[in-house]
Nanobody, 125 residues
């Protein structure tokens, strides 16, 4: 069972930036889909950004387009999420997710087999 590990969360002010990283806890990630979901208190998990690894195609939720950028390191098989112009509504636990094969329902959290433990991102004055 692949386990993913996130790093890079924290407390920042509105307008600041953070960078999250994701890697497999042992060995390297071998799937074709890696990305990020988030969950704010009292809300359902929502997709943030996902990458179709072999095609290097990245998908973003409308709420983060133009502010968040996902990237990957092919050699290390790790993923990163650069978050700029952070807003209070971005406050949530951010989870790295993975799946062996790509799915057209990439926005659906139930499609993912591999999850990280989550990292807290708090945007507040």
């Amino acid at each position: 069972q692949v386990r993913l590990v996130e790093s890079g969360g924290g407390l920042v002010q509105p307008g600041d930036s953070l960078r999250l990283s994701c890697a497999a806890s042992e060995g390297t990630f071998s799937g074709n889909a890696m990305g990020w979901f988030r969950q704010a208190p009292g809300k359902e998990r929502e997709y943030v950004a996902l990458i179709r690894w072999e095609m290097n195609r990245i998908y973003y939720a409308d709420s983060v387009k133009g502010r968040f950028t996902m990237s990957k390191d092919n050699a290390k098989k790790t993923g990163s999420l650069q978050m700029n112009s952070l807003k209070p509504e971005d406050t949530a636990i951010y989870y790295c997710v993975g799946r062996r094969y790509w799915t057209v329902q990439y926005y659906n959290a139930e499609m993912y087999d591999y999850w990280g433990q989550g990292t807290q991102v708090t945007v507040s004055l």
